[in-house]
């Protein structure tokens, strides 16, 4: 049995300085094989309320200097580095992913409190002369920064930690508490997250509540943030029907939203095939597909259509699948049996409108429980529902096109704008993509799955609004002030 290798975890909430449980609890689930591996309270309205108060009073009562809210930071760090394999196995008893992945993704997220630690240090104004204008040559104004207050964080299962990280990092950094508020399915990760930021919290003396943590159903905990006037902030990952609906219903809220995505990667005959091969198939499969910038549409040029599905199929079929404690595993579960199902009956469907399997196309049963191998489809056309939807599994769609003009076009053919990928060797056709391409990143010479966490990340059209990436998030959760000396009078 996978969880030999995982402990139980029964968790509580952080709210205002004490771990806090609820009337009702929820169970977490070990995707592979279904096993219980902890439980999570299921707050109701009135303790996020009372966690958002703490929070708003906290806001109010800190004076953690620049340089103390870095040390805080970097005392993150520093735990959740030295508890990584710990936490690693967490993520991968909740989440399903490889133990490979799992370990890489807490690598990340110290890396991103690292990185938010240094931005503290960096909320920098500007000197802005007034002599530009006829009148003011004895005027002298400045910019600053200041934060907003409350910061809410809601995540997704699919980066329990890393995505966390990513919000509360940046939130901290410029001098605003959080209440944060994990998916119900993978919360432990980011308790374990809270666990540590609330020691280091005490360790620089900030107040109780300036970091709270609450689980729970999404519409309890999101009604409740919505409601409530000392939310200042709301960054949100997740479902693009989601965003939509904080999007209608916050107000003048500050909100950062990094939805879904449909994203294309464009290969031409001038790269390496088999190279780019395993990059698609990596960028296609990685999480079991769980990604939000995953390949989902390969647009290949027509003559090396049949080479270069060759060439998936080959990439595909070195990929392990299995359990995710055991080492070597590249795919594992999906998260759900919502998930799981959502993916078989894209697949099914796409087939039965006459794509070809060249390799894959199997799932569940002896391979394991809400598992679907990497599976490389042709003669996919683009309103096949494998290409036209998200289909966060790992398939691997191919849709061959006849020119560049033809391959833009299709990229640009949903309603989705988070990232595209281009292979090519043509500067000229390189540049136009970037150009072109209606997405919020381009990158060349590698997939749309490409990210950083110091970079601005962020879509257009249904994919979202603001900027992830340490930099681009403290803007967000900071706010200018500017600042004006003029003359005096004297008695």
């Not at 800190?62 to 103390?68: F, G, K, R, V």
């Not at 394991?368 to 599994?393: H, I, N, Y």
């Not at 997939?447 to 979202?464: A, E, I, L, N, Q």
Request: proline share 4%; glycine share 10%; with cysteine.
């Amino acid at each position: 049995m996978s969880l030999r290798k995982a402990s139980r975890l029964d968790e509580n909430d952080l709210v205002d300085g004490e771990w806090i449980d609820a009337d009702d609890r929820t169970d977490v689930i070990h995707p592979y094989d279904g096993a219980v591996v902890g439980s999570v309270p299921m707050v109701d309205a009135a303790q996020v309320e009372a966690a958002i108060d703490a929070a708003d009073r906290a806001a109010a009562a800190s004076t953690l200097s620049a340089h103390e809210r870095y040390e805080l930071l970097m005392a993150t760090a520093r735990r959740l580095e030295d508890d990584a394999e710990d936490v690693a196995r967490i993520m991968t008893s909740e989440q399903g992913k490889p133990l490979s992945e799992s370990r890489g993704e807490v690598d990340r997220a110290v890396q991103v409190l690292r990185l938010s630690a240094e931005e503290a240090k960096r909320l920098f104004g500007e000197y802005v002369p007034m002599d530009a204008q006829k009148g003011f040559d004895r005027s002298h104004c400045f910019t600053q920064r200041e934060p907003l207050g409350v910061v809410a964080a809601i995540t997704p299962f699919n980066f329990p930690l890393n995505l966390m990280a990513h919000k509360v990092g940046p939130a901290l950094a410029a001098g605003n508490a959080v209440v944060g508020k994990p998916a119900t399915n993978t919360p432990l990760s980011s308790i374990a997250l809270f666990e540590r930021l609330d020691a280091a919290a005490a360790e620089v003396g900030a107040p109780d509540g300036l970091v709270n943590l609450v689980t729970g159903s999404g519409s309890t905990v999101g009604d409740a943030i919505l409601a409530h006037e000392a939310v200042e902030a709301i960054s949100f990952t997740g479902s693009t029907a989601v965003g939509k609906y904080l999007a209608e219903n916050s107000g003048i809220t500050e909100l950062t939203l990094e939805l879904g995505g449909n994203d294309p990667t464009i290969v031409w005959e001038d790269t390496d095939l088999e190279r780019a091969a395993e990059r698609v198939v990596g960028g296609a499969c990685a999480n079991a597909g769980q990604v939000c910038n995953s390949v989902e549409r390969v647009l290949v040029h027509e003559p090396i259509a049949e080479a270069f599905t060759a060439a998936l199929s080959e990439a595909a079929a070195s990929l392990s699948v299995g359990d995710p404690f055991e080492d070597g595993t590249d795919v594992a579960a999906m998260v759900d049996d919502e998930q799981f199902e959502t993916v078989v009956d894209l697949f099914e469907a796409t087939v039965e409108a006459g794509a070809t399997v060249e390799y894959g196309g199997s799932y569940g049963g002896d391979l394991g429980e809400r598992v679907f191998e990497p599976t490389v489809l042709s003669d996919v056309t683009p309103e096949m529902p494998a290409a036209a939807a998200e289909t966060f599994g790992p398939l691997v769609p191919v849709i061959t096109v006849s020119d560049f003009d033809e391959a833009i076009a299709e990229a640009n053919n949903t309603e989705y704008g988070l990232e595209a990928g281009l292979f090519t060797q043509d500067i000229d056709r390189a540049k136009r993509a970037a150009d072109e391409i209606d997405a919020g990143g381009v990158n060349v010479n590698t997939v749309s799955g490409f990210r950083t966490d110091h970079m601005p990340y962020g879509g257009f059209k249904d994919s979202g609004v603001g900027k992830e990436g340490i930099k681009y998030a403290v803007e967000h959760f900071s706010r200018e002030k500017l600042v004006g000396f003029h003359q005096g009078f004297t008695a």
